[in-house]
Nanobody, 115 residues
Framework: QVQLVESGGGLVQPGGSLRLSCVASGSIPTINMGWYRQASGKQREFVADITSGGSTDYADSVKGRFTISRDNAKSTVYLQMNNLKPEDTAVYSC??????????WGQGTQVTVSS
């Protein structure tokens, strides 16, 4: 069965960096892969995504700080997060859209930015 496994979350100080990884097992042919986040008491929101061709998109709140990338051969998507802010604190979930337009979601990884 296809599953997405995220890693790289944790506790970091403001201004610090983290790199999230998401590995899609089960050989998923993807249209795009991306990241969403959900802070406590708030709705899930889009963070960034990347198409199979390498086109990227970012939420305004993370532009200039976060970088998304992917390795198609490894079915892996990364999110490099720099200059983290307390408002970035959330559960980050990996998302994959397959070429068959089926959606897959990871279990989420907690990112906490605090002094």
């Amino acid at each position: 069965q296809v599953q997405l496994v995220e890693s790289g979350g944790g506790l970091v100080q403001p201004g610090g960096s983290l790199r999230l990884s998401c590995v899609a097992s089960g050989s998923i042919p993807t249209i795009n892969m991306g990241w969403y986040r959900q802070a406590s008491g708030k709705q899930r929101e889009f963070v960034a995504d990347i198409t199979s061709g390498g086109s990227t998109d970012y939420a305004d709140s993370v532009k200039g700080r976060f970088t998304i990338s992917r390795d198609n051969a490894k079915s892996t998507v990364y999110l490099q997060m720099n200059n983290l802010k307390p408002e970035d604190t959330a559960v980050y979930s990996c998302h994959v859209l397959s070429i068959f337009h089926k959606n897959y979601w990871g279990q989420g990884t907690q990112v906490t930015v605090s002094s």
